[in-house]
């Protein structure tokens, strides 16, 4: 039997009412499908047919890695994929999880799903053209953001294309989401097995990664060389993952930009019992008495319930798959030691985003009382201007050290004083070149600086994606050579755990003499005042708040 995708994604036994329904939304995203030669592989699912892209590398899209979790495994841990009889088709992006759909007016920059379904426990993997068994390539596994509540695997910003053509095998997976990712509920940690509940999408993405060391041999990666990587939400994924006993021998290096698991960028989790009251409040508005009805209700009742009252879904200390804080488990040296590579940008999410609009003195001054009150003075000390040109400077230190620029520089630093294995710390600070008149709903390009997720396309070598359906960025020979050093790095770090490259000399990061490499409108290292980011951790206020999203790519 030949499982064409055409027939499987729309009509895979279970998918067609209730509980498992699935609602198409938009238009497909997938691109030229040509058989793939060297197909059918073998992997421990069945056999599995891509097809070949333009540029002669192979695309499999959206190869199961674990059971569809609806009915009876909807909130429990992932299950292995059932074995097929003939060719799995993985020939065209899957259904994206659960979640809130995009406006059409922010299309270009948000593509619209394909289907939204809750089977949706899938990976896309991209191979170099003459990729074989056996030849042990190093391995990027990425990891998407969107806030734990929206994100897939298909999107073009995250295509493996320009990377894999940099000698890797790369592969993009999706997790559950929202309600569906991290609900926890008294009923559900009794029934676990570990005493936990709440964390189905820290679970999915383990569950992906021992599918991928089972299996990525076949498509020419190298098991024991798996690097994950991840953004905003993606990278907060990471952080809870060297934070988890339960992923320790499934990747040998991580990297991780603008998210990490502590306040205020990262939010400081809840614990278990939070959250299984949480999931009692839920229960209350659906009016169900137990786990057994709220299993039988259709995803979209749940869906649109938990938005409705505003279901706090994000990643939980339950004990078992993130068992406390990760700042107690980096302090321990409990982490997964392995090499870290993460970043940041200059204008992040979480920053005071009233100092991007800093333009003199005046202003500098004015911003400064209101924001660090008694504690001016000794702000002054250590952030002194006397004329425009020095506060805005200033100013932009401000931000680039608040939300993650402070969370992922924590990170560095905790890894940095209690493993063994180096930290390298970067900070992205290039503008992306805006085209003229170009708007979106929510998000004014002019004000938009070095903003939140704008350094995805420069690290992966995508940016090309922002003018498939209209021009919106007028990249320069620049952007492009930027793009291309800051992806050498990242290959690099997969390939032997150091960033560095003939043209990039990326520092270890030390504690003691902090310094960090800042691709801009020039790639340098960067000295950085120790006591400047010492007196924002003392005065939170320095840190910023959570803002929201505030850019057109998260």
Request: proline share 7%; charged share 15%; aromatic share 10%.
């Amino acid at each position: 039997m030949n499982l064409n995708r055409s027939i499987c994604r729309w009509f895979r036994p279970g998918l067609l009412a209730g509980a498992a329904g699935v609602m198409s939304i938009g238009v497909a995203l997938a691109g030229p499908m040509n058989p793939s030669s060297g197909d059918p592989i073998g992997i421990d699912g069945g056999k599995v047919a891509g097809t070949v892209l333009p540029s002669g590398i192979r695309v499999y899209w959206g190869i199961p890695y674990a059971q569809p979790p609806v009915r009876e495994l909807r909130w429990h841990a992932p299950e292995p994929v059932k074995p097929w009889k003939g060719v799995f088709n993985a020939d065209r992006p899957a259904p994206f999880c659960v979640q809130a759909v995009r406006s059409a007016n922010v299309a270009n920059e948000y593509p619209p799903a394909t289907t939204l379904s809750e089977d949706c426990l899938n990976l896309n993997i991209w191979t170099p053209p003459n990729a074989r068994a056996g030849d042990k390539i190093p391995v990027v596994v990425y990891i998407h953001g969107g806030g734990f509540r929206n994100g897939n695997a298909s999107t073009p910003d995250i295509s493996g294309e320009p990377i894999v053509k940099k000698g890797v095998v790369y592969v993009a997976l999706s997790y559950r989401l929202n309600v569906f990712g991290y609900f926890a509920h008294s009923e559900l940690t009794k029934e676990s097995g570990a005493h936990a509940s709440g964390n189905w999408g820290v679970l999915d993405q383990i569950a992906g990664l021992q599918w991928i060391k089972r299996n990525i041999a076949a498509f020419g990666g190298d098991a024991a060389n798996v690097t994950i990587v991840g953004e905003s939400a993606g990278s907060e994924s990471v952080h809870f993952l060297q934070s988890s006993p339960l992923a320790r021998g499934l990747f040998a290096k991580l990297g991780g930009w603008s998210g990490a698991a502590y306040p205020p960028g990262g939010q400081s989790p809840a614990n278990l019992q939070q959250g299984e009251a949480d999931g009692l409040k839920l229960q209350a508005a659906l009016k169900v008495n137990s786990l057994a009805e709220l299993r039988a209700l259709s995803w979209q009742i749940i869906f649109d319930t938990a938005q409705r009252i505003n279901l706090r879904t994000r990643p939980i200390i339950d004990g078992y798959s993130i068992p406390e804080l990760p700042v107690n488990i980096f302090a321990a040296g409990k982490q997964v030691d392995v090499p870290i590579y993460v970043s940041s940008t200059a204008k992040d999410l979480g920053s005071n985003a009233q100092f991007f609009t800093v333009k003199t003195l005046a202003e500098f001054r004015q911003l400064a009382k209101q924001t660090f009150g008694e504690h001016t003075d000794e702000f002054w000390r250590l952030f002194p201007a006397s004329n425009d040109k020095e506060a805005v400077k200033q100013a932009r230190q401000v931000l680039a050290f608040g939300g993650f620029g402070m969370t992922n520089r924590d990170w560095a630093r905790s890894q940095a004083l209690t493993g063994k294995q180096p930290a390298y710390l970067a900070l992205f600070s290039r503008v992306q070149p805006y085209a003229p008149g170009v708007k979106w709903t929510g998000f004014d390009p002019e004000a938009a600086g070095a903003a939140h997720a704008s350094d995805i396309v420069y690290w992966l070598g995508t940016y090309d994606y922002h003018n498939q359906y209209l021009v919106t960025r007028t990249w320069t020979d620049w952007d492009r050579e930027l793009s291309g050093k800051m992806l050498d790095t990242l290959v690099a770090f997969a390939k032997t755990g150091n960033p560095s490259t003939a043209t990039v000399k990326v520092p270890r990061y030390d504690p003691t003499n902090e310094q960090r490499i800042v691709f801009g409108d020039t790639i340098y290292a960067e000295k950085m005042n120790s006591a400047q980011i010492e007196f924002l951790h003392a005065h939170p206020a320095g840190r910023g708040q959570q803002t929201g999203a505030v850019t057109a790519a998260n």
